[in-house]
């Protein structure tokens, strides 16, 4: 939008909120665009858990809130972080491509739950996450923290790399967004934004004992991948890492 006042010179933006015979004839031709996959559709998943548009969103939205008060609400803060629990909001595509707006969400949970302050916490770290994508716009490739820069990473091991774009590295994760992820992985790692005054190393067998200690979701999404050996030592590769964090 910036681009197109810019290059046309206009002082303002007016929107245009009609939406008559014209635009509902756009609107019912959207299908032709090939939006949506077909062959294959590999959106079979995602289309029983998720329906597009703002008014699923909104749906969506209300759900929560009603079960937020009446369920989730006493145990949100620990049930959060146990990824085989249905506690999270389910929001997170309908904020990722503008179907509900973040402020709709905070303003609606603060007047409809008694206590949502956990959940508007975990609402702002989602939003500060992509504030650093805007800032740090290759924070995917690059550490926020510039003397991460320095870091004297080994060479890159072709199989190590095709076995873990396979998800067999032996250690099961699974993981998605375009923002929140390298945010966090950053956070994780300690390169990011992060006032913690070290060096943070996350032991992944550790997290998955502590949040799906029955392998619930990690055998849902990933298998225990018996038989496979991990590409990585946890407890050398940590001792290693710190070793090399010195040098920074």
Excluded: C
């Amino acid at each position: 939008m910036r681009d197109v006042v810019r290059e046309t010179g206009a002082d303002r933006v007016l929107w245009n909120r009609r939406y008559g015979g014209p635009e509902r004839a756009v609107d019912a031709g959207l299908k032709d665009w090939g939006l949506l996959p077909t062959a294959p559709d590999w959106s079979a998943g995602l289309a029983r858990t998720w329906t597009v548009g703002e008014r699923a969103a909104h749906d969506r939205l209300d759900d929560f809130l009603d079960d937020f008060l009446d369920e989730r609400l006493p145990t949100y803060t620990q049930d959060r972080d146990v990824p085989a629990k249905p506690a999270t909001s389910g929001l997170a595509p309908h904020l990722r491509w503008g179907e509900i707006s973040p402020h709709t969400v905070w303003y609606r949970a603060l007047s409809g739950a008694e206590n949502p302050g956990k959940f508007l916490t975990e609402l702002g770290w989602r939003e500060y996450a992509w504030y650093n994508l805007y800032i740090h716009p290759d924070m995917a490739t690059r550490p926020i923290n510039p003397k991460f820069e320095r870091f004297p990473w080994p060479p890159l091991d072709d199989d190590a790399l095709a076995a873990w774009q396979r998800g067999r590295t032996g250690i099961p994760l699974v993981d998605a967004d375009p923002a929140s992820n390298p945010h966090n992985w950053q956070w994780a790692a300690g390169s990011g934004t992060d006032a913690a005054p070290y060096f943070r190393i996350f032991n992944p067998e550790t997290q998955q004992k502590k949040f799906d200690p029955d392998f619930v979701y990690v055998d849902r999404w990933n298998g225990r991948q018996e038989g496979v050996e991990s590409i990585v030592g946890l407890k050398a590769s940590r001792a290693h890492a710190l070793e090399l964090f010195k040098t920074l």
